[in-house]
């Protein structure tokens, strides 16, 4: 498989993958490749730097850069004042989400634990739920 990126005759850009050169040539003739942006049909190759490996040897991680780590203290901070303000439910969230959402219990904001089967049927179900951002360790289990 190669990738390329390529370029619509409005200016996207955009990748996409073949299985070699030739059969980009041959869907590209025959107009198979498409702008996803806008469906143009009336692409071309654009001009791209070559992908080169890391070093092995480059020893540990560069640090994120000072935007991103920013970025990520905010989205910490967001969450641990939203956990702050919910109640901990722990295995029982499946049930409890469902019972606010069926009008069983009054509703409130509320953290805990549920399997992906019981997160899928809540989906299913059209319950209202969103998982953290960054895993988070039961009450009982906090040093």
């Known amino acids: 498989m190669i990738v390329f990126d390529l370029r619509c005759a409005r200016a996207h850009v955009f990748e996409a993958w073949f299985a070699s050169t030739s059969a980009y040539e041959e869907q590209r003739a025959r ?9 143009e049909t009336g692409v071309e190759k654009a001009v791209t730097a070559p992908n080169v490996g890391a070093k092995s ?3 540990r991680a560069e640090a994120p850069p000072a935007s991103q780590a920013e970025a990520l203290r905010k989205l910490v ?3 641990a004042e ?8 722990g295995g029982d969230f499946a049930a409890e989400a ?8 009054p509703e409130r904001a509320i953290h805990g634990q549920a399997s992906a089967a019981e997160v899928s049927e809540l989906v299913e179900e059209g319950v209202p739920i969103a ?5 988070v360790a039961p009450p009982d289990q906090v040093n």
């Open 31 to 39: 107009r198979l490749v498409a702008c996803p942006t806008c469906g």
């Open 57 to 59: 040897n480059r020893g």
């Open 77 to 79: 901070a967001l969450q």
């Open 82 to 89: 939203l956990l702050r303000r919910s109640r901990w439910v």
């Open 98 to 105: 469902r019972a606010m959402h069926e009008g069983e219990r």
């Open 131 to 135: 998982p953290l951002l960054f895993p």
